[in-house]
């Protein structure tokens, strides 16, 4: 894959933590290139440096050492307020624990990210709504988190990771609080946003999840160690998944 | 017994653990409690001096300010019938009491003359510190009076456009000293252009020849005497007056000498006045405070309630440890408020040059011990009670989770917020998820402004009335009292402002760094948090403004005075800058933490 055809690529990029003896080298070498509308799944056991690679690319920490670049633009040489107006504009997160404001209804989180990027108030919601639509929650907008399933509560976080039309979704184990049904739900979800053309990084442990990835990243002490094309979408794995849940 | 124990052990151990929490609790209930201790412990200390002073002069039980007869010689009215009435042993006068001006070191100010005998009375005989007592050419001023025009014995004054040499200066029991308000005995001889004066009304007291004070007298109507009474029972000198006072006109105006004391008392009960009203003041203050203190250590502890209760702790015994905590901290400071109100009091006793001796130990009495320790137990108890009840009602699962207190919805401030630039967004929100923060904080606000509002008042006051007087030892110490307390409240103000934007910043991590994930920027985060604190100040700024005002009105006995329009200004507009100054801090070490690892933490 070359420069011109990467969304999000990183060369050398690396992340250590401690000092001394007790350094860690959570992200170690990792060398990642990302197509627009690809979707990567990054797979590996706990604490080997997915989530902390996924907190580099968005921005949410720095490198120790390498090179990030997001639609051609250096990430790693951002200031504080670049990087928040990239996380603005060029960003989605998806979090594990859906990181949900509790006073705040579906609606009113959903658009929130607009609100921080200054649009009004009237085309924020307007905006809100209709991704709430788009994820099948328009009759739970005015709902408290609270009354919401799990898997409500990661659809309504996936409609505001989406709220700033981002060039890239980055989603942290984004089943991993979900019952089966629920992370079926969230599964159909990112395979509408594939189908949609919205590149993806989904940071899983979880291999069902993974083969719904157009590819799929092995990760171990920090490194890249694997890497597999897989069929991708509801015409892979997720197809065989549905039909176990059934 | 076993119970108690336990929860003494906790408590113990809690203390220890959280020593800057412990001093902070201690710092601002003993600030309360020491002032309300001076402030109670300044009662009766007059009365010592005052003793010691009427013993020295032979003060009189009685005395009675009459008007003068039909011409300017003519004696007074009703003399024969005071002096002949029945448990009188004694008396001296009717002696001349003249209005009239005096100029002295570049200064004027009103004054009443007495004109006194060469040789001494067995009545009232003023008692000279300095110098001689009264002759002819010569001046004797009272000595409170001397010190507030800066004269010496030996200085040149001017009396009504004549010249006299100061020859000493002396004390009496029978008027009350400068400034405590001659004309509260009843000198009816002000002229009515002094109440429009520039200049203070309050007259001084000088003692002059007979003939000198009735010279002085520039008509009929500025002149009065004075006619001192000894009586057998000095205890009936209340009955006495009320005996034989009458509503007419030219009756003689009788003063008893309970009542020349309570006036010079009136020194230190303003200094007494405004170290209570500032002890209550500091203890609203702390029941902030406090109340924040804990609020942040019910964030921080949410976890260890839930252990507490995961191992058979109920929630009485939760609710216990919070509550033995805090009332021992309120105790010790109480402790601490008695003795040190106890040995800071001496020097507001000081009853001023008027007197002789020294004023008894300011008194620290059973029920002021009682008043002291039951103000910090309320204050400790009106911040803890709530967070202590809400820790016992925690689910036991809930807390070991640490999962932080559900957030208020505002909904209708949330749909506002959504039409403001970021930073007020973001603070608006944060405020209104916590409203017991925000209301404890605009208190805080409230209280602080209120002192500054009084004192700028009270300056304002002065300035207005007192701007060409002499100097009035009553009014520089109340100003000097009331600058401490304003200092004092404006650092408990700080340090709760401080503890307030921590404990909000402590609670709103999780949604600061989502925000932060979101695209808000650390600067939009920070003033966020600032804003969170200032929009609560704003309420507690525009009502203390109008509290300190009838603040000082009060202590000012219906003087009703506002200040400047530009130091009120400057006060609306300032305290919000002071309050985003303070949370400056706080506020960018919170928006600087890591996003990452505050939001990977909810999962662990």
């Known amino acids: ?132 639509e788009r994820v099948g929650l328009a009759d739970r907008a005015g709902f408290l988190p609270s009354a919401l399933s799990g898997g409500q509560r990661q659809r309504v976080a996936v409609a505001r990771a989406l709220s700033n039309e981002p060039l890239v979704v980055l989603a942290d184990e984004p089943t991993g609080n979900l019952d089966s049904a629920a992370t079926l739900d969230v599964l159909q979800l990112f395979d509408s946003l594939r ?52 | 017994m076993g119970r108690i124990l336990l929860i003494l052990r906790l408590t113990v151990r809690d203390l220890r653990r959280r020593p800057a929490e412990a001093v902070l609790m201690l710092l601002v209930i003993g600030v309360a409690t020491t002032t309300l201790t001076i402030g109670l412990a300044l009662y009766g200390v007059t009365d010592k001096p005052y003793q010691q002073t009427r013993a020295a002069t032979a003060g009189p039980d009685v005395v009675a300010s009459l008007q003068a007869g039909p011409g300017q010689s003519a004696a007074p009215v009703g003399v024969n019938a005071l002096i002949h009435a029945s448990g009188v042993t004694g008396h001296s006068g009717p002696y001349p009491l003249a209005s009239t001006m005096i100029r002295a070191r570049g200064r004027t100010a009103y004054v009443m003359a007495e004109g006194r005998d060469l040789a001494p009375a067995a009545v009232d005989q003023p008692k000279p510190t300095r110098g001689s007592w009264v002759r002819d050419g010569g001046v004797v001023i009272e000595r409170s009076f001397a010190d507030a025009l800066g004269v010496h014995v030996g200085d040149q004054v001017t009396l009504g456009g004549r010249s006299f040499r100061v020859i000493g200066m002396a004390v009496t029991a029978g008027l009350p000293a400068y400034p405590g308000g001659l004309c509260s005995m009843g000198c009816a001889s002000i002229p009515a252009s002094w109440l429009h004066s520039s200049t203070s009304p309050t007259p001084g007291l000088v003692w002059l020849t007979k003939p000198a004070a009735r010279s002085l007298a520039t008509s009929a109507g500025s002149l009065s005497y004075l006619l001192n009474l000894k009586l057998a029972n000095p205890a009936e000198a209340q009955a006495f007056v009320i005996a034989h006072s009458s509503d007419s006109p030219a009756a003689p105006i009788l003063s008893p000498w309970q009542r ?62 919070l509550l033995a905590e805090h009332l021992v901290l309120a105790l010790a400071a109480a402790a601490i408020g008695l003795v040190a109100g106890w040995l800071a009091a001496p020097p507001f006793a000081s ?100 002192g500054i509002a009084t004192i700028l008042a009270n300056y304002s006051y002065l300035a207005r009335h007192f701007s060409s007087g002499v100097d009035d030892p009553r009014i520089d110490r109340i100003n000097q009292m009331m600058v401490m307390i304003t200092v004092m409240l404006v650092v408990l103000a700080a340090i709760n402002m401080i503890s307030i934007t921590w404990a909000t910043m402590l609670d709103a991590r999780r949604s600061s760094a989502l925000a932060r994930a979101l695209g808000a920027t650390p600067e939009q985060v920070s003033a966020g948090l600032s804003a969170a604190q200032v929009l609560p100040a704003l309420p507690g700024t525009i009502v203390g403004i109008p509290a300190g005002i009838y603040l000082c009105d009060v202590l000012r006995h219906g003087a009703l005075t506002i200040p400047p329009l530009g130091w009120l200004l400057l006060v609306l507009l300032g305290t919000p800058l002071v309050v985003a100054g303070l949370t400056f801090i706080p506020s960018r070490l919170g928006a600087r933490r890591p996003v990452a690892e505050i939001l990977q933490s909810e999962l662990v």
Do not use: Y
């Not at chain 1, 799929?216 to 849940?245: P, W």
């Not at chain 2, 989770?401 to 208020?408: E, V």
């Open chain 2, 351 to 450: 009853t001023g040059a008027g007197l002789i001796g020294t004023p008894g130990a300011p008194s620290l009495t059973v029920s002021t011990v009682v008043i002291i320790a039951a103000v910090a137990l309320a204050v400790a108890l009106a911040a803890t009670l709530v967070p202590a009840i809400r820790a016992a009602r925690t689910s036991t699962v809930n807390a070991l989770a640490d999962a932080a207190r559900p957030p208020r919805r505002r909904a209708w401030l949330i749909a506002i917020s959504a039409r403001l630039p970021v930073p007020m967004l973001l603070g608006l929100r944060l405020a209104a998820r916590r409203p017991r923060r925000a209301v404890l904080n605009a208190l805080s606000i409230a209280v602080t402004v209120t």
């Open chain 1, 1 to 132: 894959m070359t420069d011109n055809t990467s969304v999000l690529r990183t060369r050398g990029l690396r992340k250590d933590f401690g000092k001394a003896t007790g350094l860690v080298h959570a992200v170690d070498g990792v060398d990642l290139d990302v197509a627009p509308g690809e979707t990567v799944a990054i797979m590996g056991p706990s604490g080997c440096g997915k989530s902390t690679l996924l907190h580099l690319l968005g921005g949410l920490e720095r490198p120790t050492d390498g090179e990030i670049r997001l639609a051609g633009r250096r990430v790693d040489q951002m200031g504080e307020k670049a990087l928040a107006r990239l996380r603005r504009e060029a960003v989605g997160f998806v979090f594990q624990a859906f990181h949900l404001m509790d006073e705040l209804t579906a609606v009113e989180n959903v658009e929130l990210p607009a609100l921080l990027a200054g649009r009004s108030r009237r085309a924020a919601r307007a905006q809100a709504t209709d991704l709430l």
């Open chain 1, 195 to 246: 189908r949609a053309g919205q590149t993806l990084v989904i940071i899983t442990h979880d291999s069902r999840i993974a083969a719904t990835a157009d590819r799929l990243i092995s990760m171990r002490d920090g490194a890249f160690v694997d890497e597999t094309k897989t069929m991708g979408g509801t015409r892979g794995n997720l197809g065989a998944f549905a039909q176990l849940e059934g």
């Open chain 2, 260 to 321: 020349i004391l309570d006036v010079d008392n009136l020194v230190v009960e303003n200094a007494q006045d405004a170290m209570q009203v500032g002890g209550w003041l500091f203890g609203l203050l702390a029941v902030a405070g406090v109340a924040v203190l804990v609020g942040r250590r019910m964030v921080e502890q949410t976890r260890r309630v839930g252990l507490l209760k995961a191992v058979g702790g109920t929630p009485g015994l939760v609710a216990s440890v």
